[in-house]
């Protein structure tokens, strides 16, 4: 009995995390209980997935709400519990925004919106008016989660808007594929590129043009109308006979497959 190892009852977590697309009466459920939820205080809308990432599908008429809204006319000077105010608000919708309490909050941008509220006359001013809080991308265990910033709006009023939101991890573990095998389904692929003249370059990719080490990161990939979150090798590729990187492909490190390659 003393050499009896016990069994675990986890269940492995599925991988990769799927996130389905909503149907449109689910949708709108979903974004009334998140108005609702905030005193309908917020003009953004949840995406097609049911977050408070962008899309258009909730858009009356097909036009931002936001844009449309009227800002309140109060000078609104810049203090630290904006800040803070902002992150309460991403944390009391952890259900839409995927944030908790214990996440780390890195700030990439404060921006001032500025407005008047002396309109008319000789002494009509421009003074803030809210506040554009933009949070940097996750980091899930050290891992970068692309994709996953998120903008923030605050006026007078409290958080008037979220875009972004942030996406529940799926660890499979450790690479099966290493990099320098990811880095050979590039071998023999063309990847093209703009050059300053406007003219299109096309490559034939070989080894010597994936000279930089390979990181990993977390890639939310569209795949039908589900949203896919792969853990993949991140993967820079120069330009031929340049230290330039013109590409990053990327390549899950479960499967072996190319999920996604950017022009630089």
């Known amino acids: 009995m003393w050499g009896c190892e016990v069994a675990s009852t986890e269940e492995p977590v599925p991988y990769p995390k799927v996130y389905e697309k909503k149907n449109i009466e689910e949708l709108t459920a979903l974004n009334d209980e998140y ?67 214990f996440d780390n909050f890195e700030v990439s941008e404060i921006l001032a919106l500025n407005g008047c509220t002396i309109c008319e006359g000789p002494d009509i001013n421009n003074v803030p008016l809210e506040w554009k809080i933009t949070f940097s991308n996750h980091f899930y265990e050290g891992i970068e989660v692309k994709g996953t910033d998120i903008t923030v709006h605050v006026d007078h009023n409290g958080v008037n808007r979220i875009w972004g939101s942030r996406f529940e991890i799926a660890d499979p573990g450790l690479p099966v594929i290493g990099y320098l095998e990811a880095q050979q389904k590039f071998i023999g692929r063309t990847l093209s590129y703009e050059n300053e003249g406007g003219s299109t370059i096309d490559q034939d990719i070989n080894a010597s043009d994936m000279k930089n080490v390979p990181d990993i990161i977390y890639l939310p990939v569209k795949k039908a109308d589900n949203l896919e979150l792969r853990k993949c090798w991140r993967i820079p590729i120069s330009e031929r006979n340049s230290e330039v990187i013109r590409w990053k492909g990327f390549v899950d490190v479960i499967t072996g497959e190319v999920v996604f390659t950017e022009t630089v």
């Open 35 to 101: 108005q609702q939820n905030n005193d309908n205080k917020i003009c953004s809308t949840l995406n097609e997935y049911g977050l408070t990432g962008f899309s258009r599908i909730l858009f009356p008429n097909d036009i931002n709400p936001c844009l449309i809204r009227n800002t309140p006319r109060v000078e609104f000077p810049f203090s630290d519990s904006i800040v803070e105010q902002a992150k309460q608000k991403l944390i009391e919708n952890g259900k839409f925004t995927n944030v908790n309490e």
